[in-house]
């Protein structure tokens, strides 16, 4: 089994910062690409921010310049720093994982794991 621990939201004014962190807890033979993805009431859930094993990164486009994702592959944890936070960013942030799994010697298997999601809420 493969669980995503989520931690860092909270209420902050608007033009505030928060840090969200993600660590994948299991028993993982490899973690591919890590993302944080957001949900505001009545929207659909879409892309924040992902980046790959290699630290290639990638932003929507209404957070560059004010997102930043990281991760420690030792810890399995990625981050998302968010600066100049505005009323729109308003949402439940979730983490997603890419995670290869071997279930046996000779098997693999991908999964794409989700965590329980962390509300963020900014005031105007």
């Known amino acids: 089994q493969v669980q995503l621990v989520e931690s860092g939201g909270g209420l902050v004014q608007a033009g505030g910062s928060l840090r969200l962190s993600c660590a994948v807890f299991?028993?993982?033979?490899?973690?591919?690409?890590m993302g944080w993805y957001r949900q505001a009431p009545g929207k659909q859930r879409e892309l924040v921010a992902d980046?790959?094993?290699?630290?290639?990164?990638n932003y929507a486009d209404d957070v560059k310049g004010r997102f930043t994702i990281s991760r420690d592959n030792a810890k399995n944890t990625v981050y998302l720093q968010m600066n100049s936070l505005k009323p729109e960013d308003t949402a439940v942030y979730f983490c997603?994982?890419?995670?290869?799994?071997?279930?046996?010697?000779?098997?693999?298997?991908?999964?794409?794991?989700w965590g329980q999601g962390t509300q963020v809420t900014v005031s105007s």
């Open positions: 980046i790959t094993s290699g630290g290639f990164t």
């Open positions: 299991g028993t993982i033979f490899r973690i591919n690409a």
């Open positions: 997603n994982a890419e995670v290869v799994i071997r279930p046996t010697y000779s098997t693999y298997s991908l999964l794409h794991s």
